[in-house]
Nanobody, 128 residues
């Protein structure tokens, strides 16, 4: 069984920064891609960023490119999402998820059905 636990969410002013963490249990962390998604009430869960397991390649949705950075520390079984220059539109519940693949083309990362384990989510609020 795999458990993913997110932390680091909170309330920040526009222009501020937060770093989200996702700690994973289990032995298959390093060889699986990981993703961050976000969801606001009444809308679908949207892809934010992904990082490969075997290749470490990173992928981002257009709206966060240049502001967010995904990284991973396989020794700590943890994936991070550094969020800078936050805007009110970034406010959402952020979820980390483990992919069913180790590495893939960028086109696969945004599909929620390609992830088999999800965390419980952490709230990010941005005040204007």
């Amino acid at each position: 069984q795999v458990q993913l636990v997110e932390s680091g969410g909170g309330l920040v002013q526009a222009g501020g920064s937060l770093r989200l963490s996702c700690a994973a249990s289990g032995r298959t962390f390093s060889n699986r891609a990981m993703g961050w998604f976000r969801q606001v009430p009444g809308k679908e869960r949207d892809f934010v960023a992904g990082i490969g397991g075997s290749d470490g390649n990173t992928y981002y949705t257009d709206s966060v490119k240049g502001r967010f950075t995904i990284s991973r520390d396989n020794a700590k079984n943890t994936v991070y999402l550094q969020m800078n220059s936050l805007v009110p539109e970034d406010a959402a519940v952020y979820y980390c998820a483990r992919a069913v693949f180790s590495a893939a083309s960028g086109s696969l990362y945004p599909s929620p059905e390609k992830y088999d384990y999800w965390g419980q989510g952490t709230q990010v609020s941005v005040s204007s």
